[in-house]
């Protein structure tokens, strides 16, 4: 093991899926409350786009509540936008934990889009597949929206 990897306590995983989207749609669904409420949730919780500031820019931030539906108790909760450069990447920033996510975006001849999810944690996940799990499941959550027409 080298000196670098002793240093450097991060892990993760990258996670691609292919969507009947554009690029633009997809990274419309990073940076805009309408879109970001139907997928960044947790079983359990809404996020309410009505709720939400968005400011997707390099040093802005997305402060926002999620909202529980058994007792409708709120946790807020936010992160910042490391990189914004649309319609391709998007990087975001969360502190506590310490964790990097960029996500890009491909379009195909096709007319759809390749979504490209990564993600790098300080220290890493202690369950990397629960972790990718989570991630698939927001990803359904996308997917839905692109079916529905709503992302």
Excluded: N
């Excluded at 670098?4 to 805009?32: C, K």
């Excluded at 309410?48 to 807020?76: C, F, L, N, Q, T």
Aim: net charge negative; proline share 7%; charged share 30%.
């Amino acid at each position: 093991m080298s000196d670098t990897e002793h240093q450097d306590d991060s892990g993760g995983f990258t996670v691609r899926r292919r969507f009947h989207a554009t690029a633009a749609r997809l990274y419309a669904a990073f940076v805009e409350p309408s879109k970001l409420e139907q997928w960044f949730v947790v079983p359990g919780y809404r996020t309410p786009a009505d709720r939400m500031r968005v400011d997707a820019r390099p040093g802005g931030r997305m402060e926002a509540v999620m909202i529980s539906d058994a007792d409708r108790s709120e946790i807020p909760f936010g992160f910042g936008y490391a990189e914004a450069d649309p319609p391709r990447r998007v990087a975001l920033r969360f502190e506590s934990p310490s964790e990097l996510v960029t996500v890009t975006f491909d379009d195909a001849p096709d007319g759809t889009a390749e979504l490209t999810y990564e993600f790098v944690g300080w220290p890493g996940p202690a369950d990397v597949d629960a972790s990718r799990r989570g991630v698939e499941g927001m990803l359904d959550l996308i997917d839905a929206g692109v079916e529905r027409g709503t992302i």
